[in-house]
């Protein structure tokens, strides 16, 4: 069960995902500017293919091709001047000056399930609670791949759910006789990501009448602001570079281009090393998700630990994370899936 809250502040709209009483997730928007093109769906038209780098390069219409492997999963090869039905998984870096990364395969997202027409099969999250009920829970046609997600309770909504996922792909079948570069779904904003992640369990508090509205009944409105001091304390947090650690001692958190570096630094609070290296690693992890940030992660720990086991057994990872190892030197090495600029720099470079 979350508890979301969405605030709006003249132009500045910010929602926060709290779980267990933490904030566990913030994102914003601006209205009036652009929103990302993350999970938009295109018909594109291949421009190039570039074999030595395994590319090809799609206009889907805006200013810069997007990048699209030519190898995914069983799908045929594609040629120059075909038209390809693509999605955004990896927003345009200003920095890096490319354009947007491009998959062929198509994922829809609904609650907790994601519907993969091009990935066939059934498959449960390893945490999901009552996996036997979800074995014979949905009627799962040959041809279609579904993904159950841990946070999923097996009631009549879910069922409804997968409905409204098969018509959507079957909506998206008919428009591929347009003419491309075509946007078929555009991107969500925040307030539709936050409806299509929802569970049935979950709550969503605005205050603002506007977005209650657009939200069809699913947000309570507050006349106070929906955002309370955890809230804030974390949406402020995310401007500074050193966080503290529960009990003591501090995380330094430094974005370059190639990693994102986090030190630790116990500050005179150690007593025991493998205690507090686990404690900071669970609020580094919690960073990680809290920022959205990607890529090489590399956390510098506090004694160059020689076992991962104890330092990590039993805490809870981010999304798209793989925690590689401990090198030689006792840096904790991570690496994961970045799908856009992390938190701060989307900050940075909307609000200046």
Not at 192 to 215: C, E
Request: charged content about 25%; glycine content about 8%; some cysteine.
């Amino acid at each position: 069960m979350a508890d979301i809250y969405y605030t709006v502040s003249s132009d500045l709209h910010r929602m926060a995902r709290l779980e267990g009483g933490e904030v566990i997730e913030i994102d914003f928007e601006i209205q009036g500017k652009p929103i990302s093109l993350l999970s938009g769906i295109y018909l594109g038209r291949i421009v190039e293919i570039q074999r030595p780098l395994r590319a090809a390069f799609v206009d889907i219409g805006e200013e810069k091709l997007g990048m699209l492997p030519l190898q995914e999963g069983n799908l045929p090869q594609v040629n120059k001047g075909d038209a390809v039905l693509v999605q955004v998984t990896r927003t345009a870096n200003p920095g890096e000056g490319k354009g947007v990364r491009l998959t062929r395969l198509i994922t829809l997202s609904l609650g907790p399930l994601l519907y993969t027409p091009f990935k066939p099969g059934f498959n449960l999250s390893k945490k999901l609670k009552e996996r036997e009920v979800f074995k014979t829970f949905f009627d799962i046609k040959k041809e279609e791949g579904l993904v159950v997600r841990h946070w999923a309770v097996p009631d009549d909504s879910l069922r409804k759910q997968l409905l409204e996922l098969r018509e959507e792909w079957e909506s998206l079948q008919k428009q591929l006789n347009a003419k491309p570069p075509v946007c078929l779904i555009p991107a969500p904003d925040m307030l539709t990501r936050i409806l299509r992640s929802m569970n049935s369990s979950d709550t969503l508090r605005v205050d603002n009448l506007q977005i209650q509205a657009k939200s069809k009944g699913v947000a309570t409105y507050s006349k106070e602001t929906a955002f309370d001091d955890r809230c804030e304390e974390a949406w402020e947090s995310l401007q500074e570079s050193e966080i503290s650690i529960p009990q003591g001692g501090t995380l330094y958190i430094e974005e370059t281009r190639g990693l994102t570096v986090i030190d630790v630094n116990s500050q005179g609070a150690l007593r025991q090393s493998e205690l507090f290296n686990r404690k900071a690693i669970k609020e580094a992890l919690r960073q990680i998700q809290l920022r959205d940030l990607g890529g090489k992660i590399v956390l510098d720990l506090i004694d160059s630990p020689k076992a991962l086991d104890p330092l990590i057994k039993g805490l809870s990872l981010p999304s798209n994370l793989e925690i590689w190892g401990l090198s030689t030197m006792g840096l904790l090495e991570m690496i994961r899936r970045r799908r856009r600029l992390s938190l701060p720099q989307r900050l940075n470079l909307q609000l200046n």
